[in-house]
């Protein structure tokens, strides 16, 4: 059985690791991309399971990603997730015309994980602290 990969759009690596580490953890398979057309690209080579993605990224913003990715037959099905610090009523009123779900940075582990495993259609799994 093929593993649940998760692509991981943000330009703040530290935000890349964090999520990364997260969903590793709960083991999936990351990739990452530090900008809206990296994305675009990845995700049509690679068309990962999910998608978190940021809005206010440089070459190509998180809306011009989520817009491309939906006007390719081949990527349009992907479930994005947006993750961004800009959350008002008309970010997730246009994630949601999208057809995305929508997180607020910074987002709980919880959140995050039970976020992807409903876009991946997986049952939540429990975050647990990493161990000693």
Not at 70 to 94: F, H, L, Q, W
């Amino acid at each position: 059985m093929a593993q649940t990969t998760v692509l991981i759009v943000d330009d703040t690596e530290d935000v890349r690791t964090i999520h990364g580490i997260l969903l590793k953890r709960l083991g999936y398979r990351v990739l990452e991309a530090h900008n809206g057309s990296e994305a675009v690209r990845l995700a049509s080579e690679r068309h990962p399971d999910a998608i978190l993605m940021d809005l206010g990224l440089p070459v190509l913003d998180g809306w011009g990603a989520i817009e491309a990715l939906r006007a390719d037959p081949d990527t349009a099905g992907i479930p994005v997730i947006v993750v961004s610090s800009d959350d008002d009523p008309s970010s997730r009123e246009r994630a949601s015309a999208a057809g995305c779900d929508f997180l607020s940075k910074p987002c709980r582990e919880n959140e995050l994980a039970a976020s992807v495993a409903h876009a991946v259609g997986e049952r939540p799994p429990s975050v647990r602290p990493p161990g000693p």
